[in-house]
């Protein structure tokens, strides 16, 4: 378990680093924080001609609330979204999701941009940067553009991202305090893989769901947003209806694969299982606690 | 004041030096000029290898050298050696160093590559070319015993390797008068022991002195020592293997020969420089033993009170691509099933089975959880026939404290009688019956109940053959500065040997436990042994420690007597002095008694039977040792996610005399941990093309502390007689009854349900399909 021989180049800043990608093209592999990299090279599953390691670029090193938009440069680790008290606050289903991302010693490794751009279909970023409808910011030497997440997913472990582009920054709203916000998921053991993850939010007013967002990790190539059952939320006056119309949609429409962990039909099963229950955790908090910290 | 240190919980000798760092594990061994090798294994399950080249190989700059099996001596061309033959063993094939013209299971040794480092070895490696023509593959254990799709290994005309019955009294006959005959398929599937540390080998060649010394992660390097000698033609003394710190064995780690382990020395011989190997948890995953798979057609014949009248189980052992090791694991398995219980008529059968898939041979249980998983199934799915509380069906069944020595009528794995020693089977019931409150569990499962939470209390009784010989021996030496070191040679892989066999030195010496060093597994330092397995280090090698200790402890008042003038029965041992008793300030240290056993002039008088403080002994006990003990846990299962929890876990464990209670728990800590593992966890998923799904921690899931609960433990002392310190094996304890219990567990949690869980591992994808199918009845 060594890699195969590759080139290594470290830039020390943005520009640099997307001169390289210009250069290499296909060829070129970013490293961040090395979490999926580091063993995709290893087992020589992964054998880019040049490893471009962004670490030294402090410029991509920034955590910062700007005009209603929770901004996380490309350093930055999955563990400061639990860490930091703010995110709470701001886009607390980030820090909901994160705890479920691999374990601490990973999550202080592992970048927040890095799990995305690996869009790895089972994994809890990617379903949460859906579920809030984030933006991530692609560099490269034409220029920078803003890809919306439901349309930067593509496949998986593809994305729309160029060869010649960098991930720069990932962009996530920040909720109202009339939202509350849940991620569950069913692994069977903890800091795997989701069998099925849920992310789920609602917007409360007068005891009755104004607005809703549910995701899903490992139920399709993709992370998918199920918006047949956001409607449902919204439309049902009683909220316990609401929730099985949410839970039904999801076992009628997702078509997760099977594996060897669980079948197609397990794993639709628990997405309407942790549907409902994802839904109640986010109400209960979008009712109790207008949006702000909660336990 | 004498200080008691047997039964005592002192902390580890050797955790300070592990803690930190200082252990020499084999990858620590770095040599000057030392080369690194690579396997090249198989990719395929069963394919005829049509042609190698290795030219491309060669001429990368990096390499030394490129061994196939036509470059091997002929000594290695042959398939490598038979280790424990049996009458019923038809067909002993055994593993090649190098594969010669066909592989027979994913990750078969194909070419060997020496180079400067790791990376160019690896590099040199995807430069052999080698054309596979793929045969159909073995994977399924009922198909390959009806020798389908394919044999495994042609010239025998079966995938059979061996069929084997064992009978007590006449099942048929009790069937005939019982009231109640219950009848079910069992099956439990592959795992494997996942240690730390994987294999590794690094092996030195002197060609002045003509000696080789063999690093190697193995749990025998005695035989191993032997077995190169044989091999390579050289004198046993001039062959050095030291299995140093090893991290976890389980089992595994003791073969003889993985091919690696002869593949490293002949390539430093060749070379003239030392070589290392350090296996990847990639090649660990289908290099190094699996274990498990076996499919049980179980019967149970019963009256009406629940008495047993036999038990008859025809199974299938899936031994994989080869079977060196032989019957063992199947054949403690059908010794096993019988457990606590009086079963007059027994009939145990089975077929041991060619497979393309990784060579199993014992890993922690062996054979056991399965024996354990079968007859606890069928007292539950008895007493549930026959509307009998589970606790009793099993009370009126027990073997009672008075019938020991019992024997089940069997022959065990050693090829002695199947003749437990002592013990006390339904003390331990009660006992943990006692400790989960099993009287007031219906109220308790309801409280639950009305909480809308699903919690099941499963309990699960077993006994453990360990502690088997042939022999061990210890060499026990007093050095003039009082220091006491003691060589034995069973290797030790975690088990605290370095603390539990110093209390049995130093409780008779009188010495601090932390004045006693054991060195254990290096040849040099301690030449005759067989290994640690069958949980017998404890048993056999403390048994060799007391013996060379008592000895030592009598030539020392030999000794002293003479210098303190002072007949030897008044003299005692204590605090590292031997002194009179009655009259402490007459005294001489233990040192000083050294010394003067080994006078630079003089005399020693006949009766010193030679120089200095030192014994040799050793230990044969005429046959195994039987542990026992009862699990119960509380688990609280989710049915909608199919997932468990495990609320309590309360282990109550006789291991006759305890030498270490902490060491001991922790045995019983990490075998719990790994039947749980084995019970909902970790899986071996095997393709039909015989490609190994879960050949990664992503996919092979140990538990960690998240899911493994806080374990209790309860002891109970019943000594073995068949030793002179009483003990019995506690290596696999932990581990034997999970998956019965487990099963059990989950059945009281859904009891509307009326579930049959019939097989191990479960998990929840299976779980699920069980509820699923449970519901769809029901409804």
Redesign the interface.
């Known amino acids: ?5 590759f080139d290594y180049q470290d830039p020390a800043s943005v520009e640099e680093a997307v001169d390289v990608l210009a250069r290499h093209g296909a060829a070129a592999k970013v490293l961040a924080g090395g979490q999926s990299l580091v063993p995709l090279l290893n ?2 599953l992964a054998r880019p001609e040049v490893v471009v390691d962004i670490n030294r670029i402090d410029a991509l090193d920034y955590l910062t609330e700007e005009s209603g938009w929770l901004r996380v440069g490309a350093r930055v680790r999955q563990r400061r979204l639990e860490r930091e008290g703010d995110v709470r606050r701001t886009v607390p289903l980030l820090a909901e999701a994160v705890r479920f991302v691999g374990h601490p010693q990973i999550r202080n490794r592992g970048t927040v941009c890095g799990s995305l751009a690996h869009a790895d279909p089972a994994a809890e970023l990617p379903a949460a940067a859906v579920a809030v409808g984030a933006r991530l910011v692609a560099h490269s030497r034409s220029g920078i553009r803003e890809i919306p997440a439901e349309e930067f997913f593509t496949g998986p472990l593809t994305t729309a991202l160029r060869p010649d582009e960098l991930l720069v920054e990932a962009r996530f709203p920040c909720t109202g305090p009339d939202w509350g916000w849940a991620f569950l998921e ?1 692994s ?6 989701a ?1 099925c993850g849920v992310a789920a939010g609602v917007r409360a007013r007068d005891g009755r769901v104004q607005d809703a967002r549910l995701a899903y990790a490992g139920a399709g190539p993709v992370p998918v947003r199920l918006r047949q059952a956001e409607v449902a939320l919204v439309e049902h006056a009683d909220l316990e209806e609401g929730i099985r119309a949410a839970a039904a949609e999801a076992r009628r429409v997702l078509r997760p694969d099977g594996d ?4 197609s039909e ?1 794993r639709r ?2 997405a309407a ?2 549907t409902a229950r994802a839904l109640r955790l986010a109400w209960s908090r979008a009712s109790t606690c207008s949006g702000g910290a909660h336990a | 004041m004498t200080t008691r240190w047997l039964g005592a919980p002192i902390k580890r000798n050797e955790d300070p030096r592990l803690l930190v760092g200082q252990g020499l594990f084999v990858d620590d061994v770095q040599l000057p000029g030392m080369l690194h090798a690579v396997v090249l294994r198989s990719p395929h399950a069963h394919a005829r290898i049509l042609r190698i080249d290795v030219r491309r190989a060669l001429e990368h700059p990096d390499v030394l050298l490129v061994l196939t099996h036509a470059d091997l001596p002929p000594s290695l061309r042959e398939p490598l050696p038979k280790l424990i033959p049996h009458p019923d063993l038809k067909h002993h094939k055994t593993q090649y160093t190098l594969a010669p013209d066909k592989v027979r299971h994913v990750g078969e040794p194909v070419a060997f590559v020496v180079a400067t480092s790791r990376y160019a070895a690896e590099d040199a490696a995807e430069l052999i070319e080698v054309d596979y023509e793929p045969l159909p593959a073995v994977v399924d254990l009922e198909d390959a015993a009806a020798g389908r799709p394919a044999l495994v290994h042609e010239d025998i005309g079966t995938n059979v390797a061996a069929h084997s019955v064992q009978r007590v009294g006449d099942y048929e006959a009790a069937r005939a008068r019982a009231d109640l005959v219950l009848a079910r398929r069992f099956v439990v599937d592959r795992g494997c022991a996942s240690p730390m540390e994987t294999r590794g080998v690094v092996a030195q060649w002197d060609p002045r002195a003509r000696q080789l010394t063999v690093w190697d992660s193995t749990q025998a390097p005695i035989p191993i020592r032997n077995g190169l000698a044989a091999l390579f033609g050289l004198a046993q003394k001039d062959v050095r293997v030291i299995a140093p710190d090893v991290g976890g064995g389980f089992g595994p780690k003791i073969m003889m020969f993985y091919p690696e382990e002869v593949l490293v020395p002949l390539a430093a011989m060749r070379l003239g420089r030392p070589v290392k190997w350090i296996e990847d948890r990639r090649e660990h995953f289908v290099a190094t033993n699996h274990e498990r798979t076996q499919i049980h057609h179980a019967e149970i014949a019963l009256d009406r009170e629940g008495h047993i009248l036999g038990v008859r189980t025809v199974f299938l052992h899936d031994a994989g691509a080869y079977i060196p090791y032989g019957l063992i694991v199947p054949i403690v398995a059908e010794c096993t099933l019988p457990g606590p219980y009086r079963i007059p008529n027994y009939h145990a059968e089975f077929r041991a089975v060619f497979t393309n898939k990784t060579i199993v041979s014992p890993y922690r249980g062996a054979g056991r959880p399965h024996g354990v998983f079968v007859m606890e199934r069928l007292l539950d799915l008895a007493a549930r026939e026959l509307g009998m509380d589970r606790a009793e069906i099993r009370r009126r069944n027990f073997i009672q404290p008075h019938e020991f020595p019992y024997d089940v009528g069997l022959i065990y794995q050693d090829n002695a009688p199947l003749v437990y020693d002592s013990g006390n089977y339904p003390a331990a019931l009660e006992r943990a019956l006692e400790a989960v409150d099993y009287p007031r569990w219906p109220e308790e499962k309801a409280r639950y109940r009305a909480q809308g939470r699903r919690v099941g209390l499963g309990f699960a009784c077993y006994v453990e053959g360990s502690g088997i010989g042939p022999y061990e021996g210890c060499r026990v030496t007093v050095e003039p500065s009082g220091k006491v070191y003691v060589a034995t040679g069973v290797g030790t892989q975690g088990q605290g040997h370095f603390t539990s066999l110093a209390q049995v030195v130093a409780e008779a010496l009188g010495v601090d436990v932390r004045d006693v060093h054991v060195v254990t597994g290096d040849t040099g330092a301690f030449g005759w042994g067989t290994g640690t397995f069958a949980s017998r280090a404890a048993v056999v090698a403390g048994s060799a420690v007391h013996l060379a200790a008592q000895a030592v402890r009598q030539k020392a008042l030999q000794v002293a007597a003479s210098l303190l003038e002072a007949s030897p029965e008044d003299l005692e041992l204590a605090d590292g002095q031997v002194r009179v008793r009655g009259a402490p300030s007459r005294s001489v240290s233990l040192g000083e008694v050294a010394r003067a056993a080994n006078p630079l002039r003089g005399v020693i008088p006949s009766e010193w039977e030679g120089p200095g403080l030192e014994a040799t002994r050793y230990f044969a006990p005429p046959r195994g040792t039987f542990s026992h003990g009862v699990h119960a846990a509380l688990v609280e299962v989710d049915p909608e996610t199919a997932t468990l929890r495990f609320l309590r876990y309360v282990v109550v464990h006789d291991c006759g005399t305890i030498l270490n209670p902490l060491i001991l728990d922790g045995q019983i800590h990490g075998g719990v941990a790994q039947g749980i593992g084995g019970s909902f966890f970790e899986r071996l998923v095997y393709d039909d093309s015989g490609q190994l799904l879960s050949g990664s921690f992503m996919d092979f899931h140990i538990p960690t502390a998240v899911e493994i609960p806080e374990i209790e433990v309860i002891h109970q002392e019943t000594p073995s007689p068949l030793n002179p310190i009483g003990a019995k094996g506690a290596g696999e304890g932990g581990v034997i009854p999970v998956p019965a219990l487990v099963a059990q567990a989950i059945e009281d949690a859904l009891d509307d349900l009326e579930l049959e869980i019939l097989r191990m591992p479960l998990h929840p994808d299976a779980l699920f399909e069980l509820i699923q199918k449970a519901t769809r009845r029901g409804s």
């Open positions: 378990m060594k890699p195969p021989v087992l020589r069913v069977n053991r903890h800091g795997d893989y069998l060897l962990h669980a079948s397990f099963h628990l299982v942790l």
